[in-house]
């Protein structure tokens, strides 16, 4: 069983820059897949980015030159640097993880869920 812890969120305006982390607790396997999903207002909730047990990642076309996704593997952490930011990056960001490596890491099949941590971007 994992437990994912975020945080990191906040406030900033239009332009600025957050970096999230997430503790991912309990992982035993080499073979994984984390990243992080959002869901703006109103809208569904999509997957922003993702990495792998061998470090390659994906990412949502949106993101693309402006978020980076990167793990520390001593210390069971996911990061997101987020760059740029815009009124529309604005919702709650969910660090999740699973065993194994999806067809789709962008994909909502993710077993295992964080909280989440609020980003506010205003213009």
């Known amino acids: 069983q994992l437990q994912l812890v975020e945080s990191g969120g906040g406030s900033v305006q239009a332009g600025g820059s957050l970096r999230l982390s997430c503790v991912i607790y309990?992982?035993?396997?080499?073979?994984?897949?984390v990243g992080w999903f959002r869901q703006a207002p109103g809208k569904e909730r999509e997957g922003v980015a993702a990495?792998?047990?061998?470090?390659?990642?994906s990412y949502a076309d949106s993101v693309k030159g402006r978020f980076s996704i990167s793990k520390d593997n001593a210390k069971n952490t996911l990061y997101l640097q987020m760059n740029s930011l815009k009124p529309e990056d604005t919702g709650p960001y969910y660090c999740v993880a699973d065993y194994g490596v999806p067809v789709d890491p962008l994909g909502p099949g993710y077993n295992y869920w964080g909280q989440g941590t609020q980003v506010t971007v205003s213009s």
């Open positions: 990495i792998d047990h061998d470090g390659i990642a």
């Open positions: 309990g992982y035993t396997y080499s073979s994984y897949c």
